[in-house]
Every structure is written in C-alpha cells, then in structure tokens.
C-alpha cells in the first residue's frame, strides 16, 4: 500500500490498455477529417511527426515517474524539479487538460451516436460521463478491467479496417500531397498532438503500478508504438480512398471510408470501434486526471477535502466527482476549442517534463535514481524542447493567448491560496545554489525523495541500516596523513565506547587487536574492540585525496569503522556481508567520491540493492490502517 491509502494494482497490460485507451479516441475518429483540411494528404505525416515529438517527451517522462511514481504524475515532478508555483500551475492544466480530451470523448459518442439512434443523444452521453465516474469511486480495478476489454476490441477492429481497407486506396488521391505548403503540415502536428495525449495520464496512477521500473517502460513505449502505427495506417488508408473533397467536411471519416469498401456493416464496425475508444478515453480521463487533484491536495495546494480516499474502496472519491462534474460541463463546449486548449496544455506538459529531465540531472541530487534514463542527454531533451516550441507558435496566436490566460489563472491561484500553505525546496535551488557557489538549499527534497525509493523498491529498514543512519561521518576534503586520521577517529571512537585510543602501531598491523583489510582498490575496513560487550557501531570515513594508509595497494576513498563489542561478534560478521554486497555495485565509488554530504553518503548504503530480511515500516498515514495502530519492529 502506497501513501493516503492508494494500491498498487495496475500491470504492464493495464498500463498498455490505459494509454492505449487513452489516446485512440477522437483523435483518429473524428480528427483526421479536421486535420486534413488544414494539412491535406500529408496529414499522414502531421501525425507521424506529432508520434516522435511524443516518443522523445515520453523517454523523459518515463525517467521522470521511475524516479518519482507518486499520484500526480508530470505536476509531482515539476513541482520537484521547478518549485510549487510551476507545478501547481501545470497541475492544475494538466487536470484541465486530461478532462477536456474526454469531453472531447464524450462529443465523439453524440457525433457517432446522432448516426444510430432517431433522437438527441446528449442526455445518454452525460448518462455515460456520470456512469465512468461512478466506476471510478468503485475502485481502479474495475475501471482499469474495463479498458481491457475494450482496448482488445478496439485493436481488432483498427487492424480490420487496415487489412481490408489498404487494396481499396487510390494513389490519386495523395496529389497534391502538400497543397497548403509544410509549414501547414507543421501547424497541424500541434493540432493532432493531443490525439496522443493519453500517455500522460500514466505518470498520473505512477503510484498504484506494480514495480513501475519495470511495467512503466515496457507499458507507455509500446502503448505509443502501436498508437502511432495504427494512427498512420488509419489516416494514410482514410486519406486514400475518401478523397479531399469527402474528407475535409468529415466528422465520421474513419466510418466513411469503412461504408465505401465494407458497406453498411463495415461502418456500422467502424462506429462501434469508434464509440469503444470514445469511452476508454472518457473512463481513462476520469482515472488519471481526479489523481492531480489528490496530490495537489497533498501538497496543501488545493483544499483537504481533495486528498482525502474512500477507506473501502482506495479511491479518491472528492478528486473523482469533481472531474466527472466538470467533464459533464466541458460536453458543451465548441469541438475546436477543445481541442486546441487541450493541445496547447499537453504542448507545455512535454516542454516541461523535457525541462526537468535536464533541471533533475544538473542539480545533481544524490537521491535522483531513476531506474530508466533518457538516452541521448540532453540533445533529445533540447531536441524536444525546440518541437514543442516550433509547434506552438504554429498552432496559432489565439490558443497560444488562450493559454497565457490559463496560466495566468493558475498563477493567481498559487498566489492567493497555494503560496501561503507552504515553501516547498526544489531542485532548481539547487542548480543555483551550484551555479553561484552559494548554499540556498536544504535536505527536504533528498528525504523526500530517499522516501519515495524506499517505497517504489519495497527496501525495508534492518539493523544494518539502522547502525548507518546512525553512524558519525569523517569527511575529508584536504590530503590528510595517517596521524591526522587517528586523531579524528580517536575523538568520534572514544565517544562511541572505544576500549582504549588507536595508535599508528595499530594501523600498521603490529596490533592484532585492530584489524584493516583493503576490500577492494581504494576502499578498506578496519575493525576496532569496544569498551562494552553489547557497543556495536560504525563510523564512515571518505577522503576525497585518497589516505595512504599501511597495508593498502591504492589510496584509499572509503574506509568503515567498526567498532564491535564481544557480544556483537556475529552481527558484524553480518553486517560485513551486507557492506560487501553494497560495494559490489560498480558505480559505489564514483558516487562515493561525488557525494555532496554526510547525509549523501549515508544514502548510498541505505539505499543499495540487497537482500535484507525485514519489513517495510509504516508510514505515519499508514498508521491507521494496521489493524492494532501501533509500529511493527523491525529485526
């Protein structure tokens, strides 16, 4: 269980079918008719283009929730990365951004509904929008079963339309391929651009993934992969057999072009594929976008009420009808505007998950430890950055007004209400506090994110990791001689139970009261007897120049002071073992040496992959939830 009560129950199949869902809906459906009026036959390649931008966002963006895979997805990390004003600002059109495109959804199930039934429609689809957020207070399982199902149906009926639509196309129809020029082409790839939007709703349920090192890549890269294939194969085959002078006015073109090779019943199957994605992307907006509220809520940026969760149902009832209220309401909306905000919106959200790859990794915050990196750093984070860009100034000056004025709002927002809850520290401090050598920064974000490790790899707490966070550090940035080292390690051991105070004689071997094995090239431990049987302790030392102690082949960087007591005789032979097993990683002594503090080091050995045998400790907001409400020990 995840923090305010949240479980992790979404696999690599629900993720697929969630994005899947997600993005296939009126962008492929009702979409390709809009966009070829603007970009003609080389729509195929608007949408193909907007693909890779969302393929080179969506790297970071992976980065980016393996390292933090809590509720909220992109505002969680801006907010990290950028501070509490841009997040709260993105958080709060990231959630506008998601509810539009399933009102945009919901506008694609009356457009193909008018189709079928001999009368208004409207009030069955707000009867749908009320029946997805219904499903979701029920619970993320059923909701995401749903997409399932559906998302299979869907695929099947995408690839018939394909198999037996392509020997149907006519090549005259592609000419002329480009009849308003490329930068048309350009302008309507930021159009399409929220046809792919869907892939951010992940990084919103990032906290109820099953190992999201894992079930993140392998989910959200191929859910693109397929989308983008079968968007071009749809829009290329589309394009082929209605031709312009259908096309361009076209609300259905999908169907359309399914009733000129397959009949009325093909179109009818193309109308059905049509409504089952209209309502993936309705339940799966519903699911991720209430998940902005929640953390929003959490931060103190939104009132209580939206981070409180069902105790049955591990849902976020308030954040939940709140979105399904407010889809309703955007129903009513132009179908243009919808679209252009939410592009606009889902435009930034990229730019931005781009930004934070490069703040994250600059600021060089120890416990930053995505367990996917971005290839290509930074050139495919600027890379995507100047697409985003380019593709805004071609959507047009109107959306691009339309979203200083939602950014504006979302700033008055934090001003008025988010900035008086809480000062929140971001890695941006710290890449100034790097740049003009000054320390502007604290350790709130390295805990915090320490935290969030400790709760994504499931590393429980042992005693060895107890003796470690409270250990004492010898930190030395100046070359220092053995003597030096003696005095400071005789003024931190005798405080801890040193039996008698180190020589040089001891550190040379002449001693076997004290003992010092150079493990591996640069890095030693040393073992010292304690004044009380029952004294077990370890003290950390790092030397920057590397100490030139006897017995060591390489200057040593990292030395482990034991001090153990006749009573502890087995738990250091434990404890050795589990140091050892933390050395063998061969990045330990790169990070060693780059380590910012005392804390910093201690984390690396916290933090490690190994075996340990105890149990994760509860988190204060889990306390509740045991059944007799007190802390379980940990061995």
């Known amino acids: 269980m995840t923090g305010n009560g949240l479980t992790k129950r979404l696999g690599v199949l629900e993720i697929f079918c969630i994005a899947v869902g997600a993005m296939v809906s009126s962008g492929i459906f009702i979409l390709p008719g809009l966009a070829h009026a603007k970009a003609g036959p080389a729509v195929v390649v608007s949408y193909f283009l907007a693909g890779c931008l969302m393929g080179s966002a969506a790297l970071s963006t992976i980065e980016l929730v393996t390292a933090m895979p809590k509720a909220g997805g992109d505002y969680f990390f801006i907010a990290r990365a950028m501070g509490p004003a841009v997040g709260t600002v993105m958080g709060l059109l990231s959630w506008l951004a998601l509810t539009l495109k399933s009102a945009f959804a919901l506008v694609g199930i009356w457009a193909f509904a008018e189709k079928i039934f001999p009368f208004d429609t409207r009030a069955v689809v707000v009867g749908l929008a009320v029946f997805f957020t219904v499903l979701n207070l029920w619970g993320t399982k059923s909701s995401s079963l749903f997409q399932v199902i559906f998302v299979i149906v869907l695929l099947s009926l995408m690839s018939l339309f394909v198999v037996l639509g392509f020997p149907h196309v006519r090549i005259r129809n592609y000419e002329p391929f480009t009849p308003y020029g490329w930068n048309a082409v350009l302008a309507t790839a930021g159009f399409v651009f ?59 073109p999908i169907s359309d072009a399914a009733w000129v090779f397959m009949g009325r019943g093909g179109e009818m199957a193309l109308t059905v594929a049509a409504m089952t994605a209209f309502l993936t992307t309705a339940n799966a907006g519903i699911l991720s976008a209430s998940r902005y509220l929640l953390s929003l809520s959490r931060d103190e940026l939104l009132p209580a009420l939206f981070g409180k969760v069902h105790p049955k149902r591990k849902t976020p009832a308030p954040a939940v009808i709140t979105t399904g209220l407010f889809l309703i309401g955007l129903f009513f909306v132009p179908l243009e505007s919808l679209v252009k905000m939410a592009s606009m919106v889902i435009l930034l959200t990229q730019a931005l998950a781009n930004a ?58 934090f001003w008025f209400y988010g900035r008086v809850k809480q ?59 053995p003597e030096a080292l003696l005095d400071r390690l005789n003024s931190v051991l005798e405080r801890r139970g040193l039996e008698r105070p180190l020589t040089m004689a001891d550190l040379n071997g002449e001693d076997p009261g004290v003992k010092f094995v150079e493990i591996f090239p640069g890095i ?53 073992a589990a140091l050892a097993q933390v050395l063998q990683d061969p990045k330990f002594d790169i990070r060693w040496r780059h380590a910012r503090n005392a804390q910093a080091l201690k984390d690396i050995i916290v933090l490690a992959d190994r075996r340990r045998v105890c149990s994760l400790e509860p988190r204060p907001w889990e306390m509740d939830t045991l059944p007799d409400a007190r802390p379980r020990r940990v061995p």
């Open 524 to 576: 030693g431990v040393a073992e010292a007897g304690a004044s009380r049987p029952e004294v077990f302790d370890v003290v950390l030392v790092r030397s920057r120049e590397g100490l030139r102690l006897p017995g060591a082949e390489a200057p040593v960087h990292a030395l482990f002071f034991f001090l153990v007591g006749s009573d502890e005789q087995d738990f250091h032979l434990k404890a050795v």
């Open 194 to 252: 929220v046809s792919y939007g869907g892939l951010i709703q992940i990084s919103a349920l990032a906290e109820e993934i099953k190992n999201p090192s894992r079930t993140v890549p392998l989910g959200l890269l191929s859910a693109l992969g397929v989308t983008a294939a079968a968007y071009c194969l749809m829009v290329f085959v589309t394009s082929g057999i209605l031709g312009s002078e259908s096309l361009d006015t076209s609300l259905t």
């Open 356 to 413: 934070c790859v490069i703040i994250l990794r600059e600021s060089r915050i120890h416990n930053y430890q995505p367990t996917f990196k971005a290839p290509w750093y930074p050139w495919l984070q600027i890379a995507s950055l100047a697409g985003v860009v380019l593709l805004i100034v071609e959507i047009g000056l109107e959306t691009f007004l339309i979203g200083l004025v939602f950014i504006a709002a979302g700033l008055g927002f």
């Open 423 to 481: 000062e929140r520290e971001y890695a941006l401090l710290h890449v100034l506090s790097r740049l003009s050598a000054r320390k502007v920064v604290r350790t709130a974000l390295e805990s915090e994110l320490k935290e969030i490790i400790r709760e994504r790899d499931e590393l429980c707490l042992d005693r060895f990791d107890h003796v470690i966070e409270g250990s004492e550090v010898i930190d030395l940035v100046e070359p220092c001689s």
